[in-house]
T-cell receptor
Framework: NAGVTQTPKFQVLKTGQSMTLQCAQDMNHEYMSWYRQDPGMGLRLIHYSVGAGITDQGEVPNGYNVSRSTTEDFPLRLLSAAPSQTSVYFC??????????FGSGTRLTVV | AQSVTQLDSQVPVFEEAPVELRCNYSSSVSVYLFWYVQYPNQGLQLLLKYLSGSTLVKGINGFEAEFNKSQTSFHLRKPSVHISDTAEYFCAVGSYIPTFGRGTSLIVHP
């Protein structure tokens, strides 16, 4: 089992550019989430999904968009990148009662 | 609503010494509690979890945690740490969309 796969691992964007961070899981989990990790801030929830076709906002959703057309995939779109979006992004899928399985992360720098 | 407070941002300790990483939580619904570990430049992996039953939970790598309902705490302990335990540790509360604490950096010195 691959678990949760995130691509790319590293990305540098210019301010104003858009991009999509990919996330795929092969565990048939219904719940998936996107977090950003910043020094001293822990993990902050951006968006989450409780199943295909159902998404909702987390704590810090501004500037990000998501969709969930299949159980496996949960891409995160940056609409117009800003330096404040420089961060490490983690995708995770959840089996209720068993905890999250995390991807290895995407380190994004916006210049 | 749910929240987590990790009381120490950094815990330095010498190798083979015991360690406790503190976590307090609040939750208005059933309590699911988790500890995750993040090694440098890696994702998070689950150390242990409490869902119900015995309040002492054992996890991987010799870690354990005790759920204390009256003190709303879920502290993580290890009786003897190794250099390889140096990592960031996160406490989380919640069943469906967990809320994470800000993390505690465990630094093990030789």
């Amino acid at each position: 089992n691959a678990g949760v796969t995130q691509t790319p691992k590293f990305q540098v964007l210019k301010t104003g550019q858009s991009m999509t961070l990919q996330c795929a899981q092969d565990m048939n989990h219904e719940y998936m989430s996107w977090y950003r990790q910043d020094p001293g801030m822990g993990l902050r929830l951006i968006h989450y999904s409780v199943g295909a076709g159902i998404t909702d906002q987390g704590e810090v959703p501004n500037g990000y968009n998501v969709s969930r057309s299949t159980t496996e995939d949960f891409p995160l779109r940056l609409l117009s990148a800003a330096p404040s979006q420089t961060s490490v992004y983690f995708c995770a899928s959840l089996q209720v009662g068993y905890g999250y399985t995390f991807g290895s992360g995407t380190r994004l720098t916006v210049v | 609503a749910q929240s987590v407070t990790q009381l120490d941002s950094q815990v330095p300790v010498f190798e083979e010494a015991p360690v406790e990483l503190r976590c307090n939580y609040s939750s208005s619904v059933s309590v699911y509690l988790f500890w995750y570990v993040q090694y440098p430049n890696q994702g998070l992996q689950l150390l242990l979890k409490y869902l119900s039953g015995s309040t002492l939970v054992k996890g991987i790598n010799g870690f354990e945690a005790e759920f204390n309902k009256s003190q709303t705490s879920f502290h993580l302990r290890k009786p003897s740490v190794h250099i390889s335990d140096t990592a960031e540790y996160f406490c989380a509360v919640g069943s469906y969309i967990p809320t994470f604490g800000r993390g505690t950096s465990l630094i093990v010195h030789p």
